[in-house]
């Protein structure tokens, strides 16, 4: 006799009560378990009042809804929410390095020559550190330091400058590309009443760095799509303002996010195609090209015992003789203001060298020199 037969004439108290493999009753959801998860994890965190609140009420939402056919589906969104609210820094900050002489130093370590640049940074961090230090109690004071706009040809150092602003301050450094940025919720997110809403790429960065003062890199902010410049300078305009950023609105996370604490830097190759509103936020400090005799120094002293160091050679395998680098090696097809060419250039001879060692064209027992007689093997653009 089946079960359902045998079940027959039992009253409700008296059948058994169906259960899956996990021992689960399956006519029930388990609901108690999920939401008290949420409960936990909005206890666990340090919340703004009016925020907490908000996600309070989202759980209890859930309560009511108990078993509810929509309850998983708003299960889901508050569980996104609650999720992304909880994992941000509202009062999480690293401890700012407040040494001038620190930033010197690292500035000089990872920038030859340049100069010019670097005092006008140190400026800067001059006025930033003098009002920390003088009332450590208010550090917003720090905070609302110019916003640093570094513009200049591709390739002069501008994103490498915004990281050694990060370490010589101890700071967290977060890159967003404005590259072909086509939309304006790409900064500010997309409201949670769209099935595939996320936060913007602003609060994105916040979330990785962990702290509520990064440094927050707008990379090539003259880049975005022609169509929407318009609204992503309206949200630029609205970052970068000390009087706003401290109530940036996220479109998902619907709760206004202090900004106040993060250090903005932006760059961009020409200033022509940004808007006025944004240039009037901005410190300027225009980035020179650099001169052939800053080249060849950059790339005998920084990046060839990088390319070597990365092959497994050394000095004792290769050397690249002085005749060759003005003409050869730092301008093969002519003037180029940054240093891209010439990390290409450096790791393209490196690799044929590398190659022709292993396959027994050279001899890996001697020192290959780069001189005028095999100078077009190893160039390939001669």
């Known amino acids: 006799m089946d079960d359902t037969a045998q079940n027959q004439g039992l009253t409700p108290e008296e059948k058994p009560i ?16 999920q939401i008290q998860k949420l409960d936990d994890k909005i206890k666990s965190v340090s919340l703004p009042q009016e925020l907490r609140e908000k996600v309070v009420a989202m759980v209890d939402r859930l309560r009511l809804i108990g078993n509810d056919s929509s309850f998983f589906i708003e299960l889901d969104s508050a569980s996104r929410y609650i999720d992304w609210v909880t ?10 390095v407040l040494n ?9 370590k990872n920038h030859f020559g340049l100069t ?32 640093i706009s570094l513009v200049g040809l591709a390739g002069v150092g501008k994103t490498s400058i915004a990281y050694s602003i990060a370490e010589a301050l101890g700071r967290k450094i977060e890159r967003i590309p404005f590259g072909g940025m086509g939309s304006a919720t790409q900064l500010r997110g997309k409201t949670r009443l769209f099935a595939d809403s996320e936060p913007g790429l602003i609060i994105k960065a916040l979330k990785h760095a962990g702290t509520n003062n990064p440094v927050i890199l707008l990379d090539e902010i003259d880049r975005v ?12 305009i609205e970052l970068l303002d000390p009087e706003q950023n401290s109530s940036f609105t996220d479109h998902f996370i619907d709760y206004p996010v202090n900004l106040s604490n993060v250090l903005f830097i932006a760059t961009s ?19 020179p090209s650099y001169s052939d005799v800053e080249k060849i120094t950059i790339g005998k002293q920084f990046i060839f015992p990088k390319a070597l160091a990365v092959s497994g050679m050394t000095s004792s395998n290769l050397m690249i003789a002085d005749e060759v680098w003005e003409d050869f090696i730092i301008r093969p097809l002519g003037y180029d203001p940054g240093l891209r060419s010439l990390q290409r250039v450096l790791n393209g001879v490196v690799r044929k ?25 190893y160039v390939s653009q001669w």
């Open 18 to 33: 169906a259960t899956n493999d996990a021992g689960l009753e399956t006519n029930q959801k388990p609901t108690t378990s």
């Open 87 to 96: 994992n941000l820094p509202w009062d999480k900050a690293s401890s700012d």
């Open 100 to 108: 001038l002489a620190h930033a010197k130093e690292v500035l000089d």
């Open 116 to 147: 010019d640049v670097k005092n006008n940074i140190l400026e800067y961090l001059a006025i930033m550190i003098m009002k920390a230090n003088k009332d450590k109690a208010e550090l917003s004071n720090f905070a609302r330091a110019p916003i």
């Open 225 to 236: 799509s022609e169509d929407a410049r318009a609204d992503i300078m309206g949200v630029l």
């Open 269 to 287: 190759n020409n200033t022509k195609d940004i808007s006025t509103a944004v240039l009037d936020r901005l410190e300027i400090i225009q980035m």
């Open 353 to 377: 060298v590398a190659y022709n060692m292993l396959t027994g064209l050279l001899p890996q027992d001697k020192q290959f020199i780069l001189n005028m007689q095999n100078i077009k093997q």
